[in-house]
């Protein structure tokens, strides 16, 4: 089965920090502590990234000019055009906005939940089945061919499951960028 998350219609939640807001688009599994976890946040300021020790984080942006991270290996511009940047969740990176806000999208695993992996340009390839949970943020309106029956993904949403076992491919109807996210056994 196919979810759909539309992040304009998820109310935002404000930092502590008072730097942004996140709307969280997923929390999975439902019910109990998530292994997995996907936002879309809105950086306002300068400042630090929360930390989580044990989570792996990419971290991709959407829209505006871009954002410079503090990690530990050196300093990271990324950018609208910049591949998704993987980080270990416990550095808790400096982020200094390069040119005003930014909207950015999030996915967060526990360690222990296995490997995740964000991809840009999801309409380029095709999305094996296998992963355990899989997903595509698009910020283009588009469909999601999955067996005979497409599904419409508007802009600015995602789509997932973590019990389909057919291969997906997404099409977008306009030009624009999509991820794959996916989360698979560690091996």
């Given at each position: ?8 219609l ?95 999208l ?5 360690q ?65 960028r ?9 091996e």
């Open positions: 089965m196919i979810h759909l998350v539309d992040s304009n998820v109310a935002p939640q404000p930092w502590r920090n008072g730097g942004g807001q996140t709307r969280e688009l997923l929390a999975w599994p439902a019910g109990g502590d998530w292994q997995l976890r996907v936002s879309v946040a809105d950086i306002d300021r300068d400042g630090p990234f929360s930390a989580f020790p044990g989570v792996q984080r990419w971290f991709a942006v959407l829209s505006g000019a871009g954002v410079q991270l503090g990690l530990a290996d050196g300093g990271r511009a990324v950018t609208p055009m910049s591949p998704p940047l993987a980080f270990d969740g416990a550095e808790a990176p400096g982020c200094r906005l390069l040119d005003g806000p930014t909207r950015d999030n996915l967060m695993a526990r222990t939940a296995g490997r995740a992996m964000m991809a840009a340009d999801a309409w380029g390839e095709p999305l094996r089945a296998g992963a355990r949970w899989r997903g595509v943020f698009t910020a283009v309106p588009g469909r999601l061919l999955c067996g005979d029956a497409p599904v419409a993904v508007p802009a600015f949403a995602l789509a997932w499951s973590d019990d389909d076992t057919l291969p997906w491919q997404f099409v977008p109807a306009e030009h624009g999509s991820w794959w996210l996916t989360l698979e056994d560690a």
